[in-house]
């Protein structure tokens, strides 16, 4: 059998340029070119330094609603105003281009999502993004039970999940391979935990984990797992298998960022039961696209192109007697604004 270089096996898995620029022999600390995709530090210490800024009496601006922030979250906001026909906002986006971390690129052969890369498929109770999906043209009407069917070139049938564990990959994100009975006996007792939680229902009907968040149970027996964290909530219920906890601490980072003991066993729990519309049955599919959800950023985008305000970073957020006030700053212009009577009161200037 032949014998590759190192250059050749680069090359092969991740192209020619980064083989090049791996292999130079100086190379140790190089990248190939580009930059690294994220917030952009300057304009965030900018943020951090807590400036004193004055604003002169002509750099007013009155709008009713000011967004701060151009994520899923600040787009779909201003594309509810919109189709509520009201047009009297601003999107203030603090980096050169919109998404936050559902944000994409595209190059010459494909588009890529940078972060946020599929969507799992709502249940029918969240009317307002299955609004957005029919509006986007993705779904294909509804099942006898009134959920939505999704166009099946837009579903991710395989989304196949691995461990990779001492040099080989094991499907799934438990590590069954090796898990002795006790393993197994806490796995299936802690299956049996997010279906008790899948199947709860407050007095009004309401389920504990669901989106939109807003429909969740305020009942204390659901919020109080707010304030314990997810690590003390599954010792509680006598758990102690690693695999166990490895398991519960990947989908804490995977989805917030956070380790088990830093996430709040309401949170950890979510990750779990929302997605699954009762127990015994499949998570909720994907819907996916080659750049991720950065197809429905940029669908939004379309929408407001002309109220977004990109590099501009609100400073600062002043509640008055009638909204507020607020002051931020266009990092190209160098400019310092102030927009008033935001957040649905305007105040006369
Ligand atoms: C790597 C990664 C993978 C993910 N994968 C998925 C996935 O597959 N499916 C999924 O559903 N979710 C996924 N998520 C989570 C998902 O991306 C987020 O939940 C969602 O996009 C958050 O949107 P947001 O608008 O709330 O916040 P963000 O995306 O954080 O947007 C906030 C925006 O506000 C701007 N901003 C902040 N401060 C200011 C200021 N002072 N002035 C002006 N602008 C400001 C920021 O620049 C940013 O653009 C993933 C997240 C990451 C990081």
Redo the contacts with the bound molecule.
């Keep these: 059998m032949s014998k590759f270089t190192r250059r050749e096996i680069l090359s092969a898995f991740l192209g020619l340029p980064f083989a090049l620029a791996a292999c130079k022999s100086d190379s140790a600390n190089e990248f190939p070119d580009g930059d690294i995709v994220g917030?952009n530090a300057q304009v965030g210490h900018i943020?951090r330094e807590n400036r004193n800024v004055e604003v002169s009496a002509n750099n007013w601006e009155n709008t009713k609603v000011a967004i701060?922030?151009?994520?899923?979250?600040?787009?779909?906001s201003a594309w509810k105003l919109q189709k509520e026909n009201f047009s009297d906002f601003v999107l203030?986006?603090?980096?050169a281009a919109?998404?936050?971390?559902?944000?994409s690129g595209a190059d010459n052969f494909t588009s890529y999502?940078?972060?946020?890369?599929?969507?799992?498929v709502p249940f029918k109770e969240n009317a307002e993004l299955i609004a957005l999906l029919d509006e986007m043209n993705l779904t294909e009407g509804r099942n006898q039970n009134g959920e939505i069917i999704v166009a099946e070139q837009f579903l991710c049938r395989e989304p196949e999940e691995r461990v990779f564990y001492k040099g080989r990959w094991y499907e799934g994100l438990y590590l069954r391979a090796g898990a002795n009975e006790d393993d197994l006996q806490q796995l299936s007792e802690f299956q049996k935990a997010i279906d008790f939680w899948v199947n709860w229902r407050d007095t009004r009907g309401r389920r504990a984990f669901v989106l939109p968040i807003a429909d969740c149970s305020t009942d204390a027996e659901a919020t109080d797992l707010d304030k314990i964290s997810f690590a003390d909530w599954l010792r509680k219920k006598g758990f102690t298998s690693d695999r166990l906890f490895w398991y519960c601490d990947y989908a804490c980072r995977?989805?917030y960022?956070l380790r088990l003991g830093q996430t709040s066993a309401w949170a950890g729990l979510f990750y779990f039961c929302s997605r699954v519309r009762s127990s015994g049955e499949e998570s909720q599919q994907?819907i996916?696209f080659p750049e991720?959800?950065g197809r429905f950023?940029n669908y939004l985008h379309e929408k407001i192109r002309n109220k977004t305000r990109l590099k501009?970073?609100?400073?600062e957020i002043i509640p008055n007697e009638k909204g507020v006030d607020v002051i931020?700053l266009n990092t190209e212009a160098n400019e310092v604004r102030l927009s008033v009577g935001c957040a649905l009161f305007a105040r006369a200037v």
């Design positions: 917030a943020l701060v922030g151009g994520g899923a979250a600040g787009l779909s203030l986006e603090l980096e919109i998404g936050g971390t559902a944000r999502p940078w972060g946020a890369h599929y969507l799992p995977d989805d960022g994907f996916t991720g959800n950023v501009t970073i609100a400073l931020y």
